[in-house]
């Protein structure tokens, strides 16, 4: 079955510390990848996204992400993390191969950043 | 204001009681899902409906009835429900399952109590 991973479940940071959220999915055909943030009671919204091309992708507030796609993963990164970023993050895949759009969330990171 | 909105936001209810959840997308979108989200789990979708038809049914106990009666409304009847119902249910929209990568945007979410 498909699936999707995010290796950490809570994450910790102090302002001004470097983020990297790890993502790896299981399928072997096209995907297009995306990653959702969940800031402290508000409704879930898109961070980024990858479809084709560049395999770097730039979304809002200075995060990007890297699809390898060697390695099945798609990490989301950011240099230096604010007091703000503190959220939940999700990894989401939806496999392009059906006819539906069925997006696969993996469990979540939590990131708190310390001031 | 967000795009999808979602009533109540809030509800706690008996196992032997019926209600029901509204969804209502104000950006005209054609496609709705209905997703479940529990404590550390994956988001999980239970429903799609394209164009007021449903395309999915992601083996959704029947104590779950949805209903799309325009492309702007979806509902999700409850019935009978066990208390490993109790959940945040998240309702979302997007242009078309049928575009590859639609984007889908996300209502805050109904928070659920079976007792």
């Known amino acids: 079955a498909q699936s999707v991973s995010q290796h950490n479940h809570h994450v910790i940071l102090s302002e001004a510390a470097s983020l990297e959220l790890g993502c790896n999915y299981s399928?072997?055909?096209?995907?297009?990848l995306f990653w959702y943030v969940q800031y402290p009671g508000q409704h879930l919204q898109l961070l980024l996204k990858?479809?084709?091309?560049?395999?770097l992708v730039k979304g809002i507030k200075g995060f990007e992400a890297e699809f390898i796609k060697s390695k099945f993963s798609f990490n989301l990164r950011k240099p230096s993390v604010q007091w703000s970023d503190t959220a939940e993050y999700f990894c989401?895949?939806?496999?392009?191969?059906?006819?539906?759009?069925?997006?696969?969330f993996g469990t979540g990171t939590l990131l708190a950043v310390q001031p | 204001e967000t795009g999808v909105t979602q009533t109540p936001r809030h509800l706690v209810m008996g196992m032997t009681n019926k209600k029901s959840l509204k969804c209502e997308q104000h950006?005209?979108?054609?496609?709705m899902y209905w997703y479940k989200q529990s404590a550390k789990k994956p988001l999980e979708l239970m429903f799609v409906?394209?164009?007021?038809?449903?395309?999915e049914n992601n083996s959704v106990p029947s104590r779950f009835s949805p209903e799309c009666p325009n492309s702007s409304h979806l509902f999700l009847h409850l019935h009978t429900l066990q208390p490993e119902d109790s959940a945040l249910y998240l309702c979302?929209?997007?242009?078309?399952?049928?575009?590859?990568?639609?984007?889908?945007?996300f209502g805050p979410g109904t928070r659920l109590t079976v007792t």
């Open positions: 979302a929209s997007s242009q078309d399952l049928r575009l590859a990568g639609d984007e889908q945007y």
């Open positions: 399928y072997g055909g096209t995907v297009n």
């Open positions: 990858y479809f084709s091309g560049d395999p």
């Open positions: 989401a895949v939806i496999p392009v191969s059906g006819a539906t759009n069925k997006l696969i």
């Open positions: 950006l005209g979108h054609n496609a």
């Open positions: 409906y394209n164009f007021k038809e449903q395309t």
